[in-house]
């Protein structure tokens, strides 16, 4: 039966060509906002697509604490099904901090280029500092970011460390930090090495951080903050 539905995920894929050329037309005629929205519209129905034909149910919590605005959404990372989540249940423009390897995958990789992602090479310092810079330009624009501070999937519920200098983009832009907490997305896809199960998710969206009010000895410690305050609501989680 998985092995359908990769077939039918496979062609919904071939299929976004096609949406491609529809966005292609909308850059040419419409205004920016317009385009943006279409982007929007076109991905965040795709990802709530996708999960439905995989059989993924997601309960969301906490949706009172999402800003109005643009803001820095900083989440653990289990699986590759977070993408997905986090697409199809926030109601944002957003674009997301990724490996560059990603861009093999060259329609995903489409994609996420015109959703304002930027692709980050861990390698090369220089890069990494460029992606960053390119990361904080888009939240002055008022696009929304995330980012997964683990750096790579847990493929559990276990919370790995958050990477040295991930918060950088938050104090640079002074735009709202929202953590979020994902919990069971690694059973859509890791768990079955590689099968695509249905599964029951959690996304938690806590209270908001403003780093205007930050001391400094706080935007210091930015990262054991965002941590601690997703760690404590994933063993919430895990406990139920």
């Not at 904080?136 to 999937?153: A, C, H, Q």
């Amino acid at each position: 039966m998985f092995f359908f539905k990769y077939i039918y995920i496979a062609i919904l894929m071939f299929l976004t060509i096609f949406l491609r050329m529809y966005l292609f037309v909308i850059e040419k005629i419409e205004s920016p906002e317009k385009y943006n929205n279409a982007v929007y519209w076109i991905v965040n129905g795709w990802a709530a697509y996708i999960l439905k034909v995989i059989g993924v149910k997601v309960k969301v919590k906490g949706i009172e604490n999402l800003p109005e605005g643009n803001c820095l959404i900083v989440s653990n990372h289990q699986g590759n099904a977070d993408f997905l989540v986090l697409m199809s249940r926030l109601n944002k423009q957003m674009g997301f901090l990724a490996k560059k390897e990603i861009l093999k995958l060259h329609i995903v990789g489409a994609w996420m280029k015109v959703m304002h992602c930027v692709f980050i090479d861990r390698e090369n310092i220089r890069e990494s500092l460029k992606a960053i810079n390119e990361g904080i330009d888009n939240l002055e624009k008022g696009y929304s970011m995330v980012i997964f501070p683990e750096g790579t999937r847990s493929k559990s519920h276990v919370l790995g460390e958050f990477k040295k200098g991930s918060m950088k983009m938050a104090t640079k832009a002074s735009v709202p930090i929202v953590p979020i907490v994902l919990d069971n997305t690694f059973k859509v896809f890791e768990e079955g090495n590689g099968k695509l199960r249905p599964a029951e998710v959690t996304m938690s969206i806590l209270e908001p951080i403003d780093i205007v009010k930050l001391t400094k000895e706080e935007k210091a410690k930015l990262a054991e903050i965002v941590r601690e305050r997703i760690e404590k609501e994933l063993n919430t989680l895990i406990k139920k």
